[in-house]
C-alpha cells in the first residue's frame, strides 16, 4: 500500500488567508516584501506525494532525490521560488513564549480567551476576516499564517510563534533571513520524522514548489 502524510496545516489556508485580504493590507504586505505571496496558487500537496516528498528529502545535504537526479535545496532557492526577503538579520525561535515579552503580549492581546485557547490557523483567519487592521499587528498576523503554512506549525497543530519574539519594533521585515529560517526548519522537521509517524508540522509546500 502506498504511504500518505498528514499535513498539520494544509496550504489551503495561505491561500483563504490571502484572498480575504483588503487593498489597504495588500499594499502592506507588499510594503514587507511579501507581494508575491499575494498571487500564492497552490491550493494543496497530494499526501502519497507529500509522503514521497518529505521521505527523498535528504536532510544532511539539503537535496532531494527524484531517482533521476538530486535537487540542492538553497537559501537562494528558497528566494528564487517565493520571491521573498532574504537578509542578513538571524530569526532565533524561542521555544518557550513567554507571556510578559513584549510582543508576545502586543500580539495575543487581540484575541479573546476562547480564541487563545485554540490557536489553529484556520481559526485564526476566521478571526482575521473580520478586521481590516493593516499596522503592526496585521504584519505580525501575515507573517504568522504564513510561517505556520509554509515553514511549520506546531506538533499540536497550533500557529508558530516562535519566532515572533525576534520581531523587534525597531526592525525592518525585510532585513530578516527568511529563506534560510525555512531551509533550516526543513532540516529539523525531516530530522525529527521518523517515517512511520505519518504528520510532519514542516514545509511541505516548499518541497512540493
Known amino acids: 500500500m502506498t504511504e500518505k ?3 498539520r496545516c494544509a496550504v489551503n489556508n495561505l491561500k483563504d488567508y490571502i484572498k480575504n485580504l483588503s487593498k489597504e493590507q495588500k499594499k502592506v504586505v507588499r510594503e514587507i516584501g511579501f507581494g508575491s505571496i499575494l498571487s500564492f496558487k497552490l491550493h494543496s500537496v497530494p499526501r502519497k506525494f507529500g509522503y514521497w516528498l ?3 528529502f535528504d536532510a544532511e545535504n539539503d537535496e532531494i532525490n527524484t531517482g533521476d537526479e538530486k535537487i540542492k535545496i538553497t ?3 528558497i528566494q528564487k ?3 521573498i526577503p532574504n537578509g542578513k538579520t538571524e530569526i532565533e525561535e524561542k521555544l518557550r513564549q513567554k507571556e510578559t515579552d513584549l510582543i508576545i503580549k502586543f500580539w ?6 476562547d480564541i487563545l485557547k485554540r490557536m489553529y490557523a484556520a481559526n485564526l ?3 482575521f476576516k473580520s478586521k481590516n487592521e493593516f499596522g503592526r499587528q496585521f504584519k505580525l498576523n501575515f507573517l504568522v ?3 505556520t503554512v509554509m515553514a511549520k506549525a506546531m506538533k499540536s ?3 508558530n510563534q516562535r519566532f515572533l519574539p525576534s520581531m523587534k519594533s525597531n526592525k525592518n521585515t525585510q532585513d530578516s533571513n527568511w529563506c534560510e529560517y525555512i531551509l533550516n526548519v526543513l532540516r529539523r522537521t525531516r530530522r525529527q520524522w521518523p517515517g512511520n509517524d505519518k504528520l510532519f508540522n514542516g514545509p511541505i509546500g516548499l518541497l512540493a514548489v
Open 5 to 7: 502524510i498528514n499535513i
Open 54 to 56: 518529505v521521505k527523498n
Open 75 to 77: 537559501a537562494e532557492l
Open 81 to 83: 521560488v517565493f520571491q
Open 108 to 113: 495575543r492581546g487581540q484575541f479573546s480567551k
Open 125 to 127: 483567519i476566521k478571526y
Open 145 to 147: 499564517i504564513f510561517l
Open 157 to 159: 497543530s497550533t500557529v
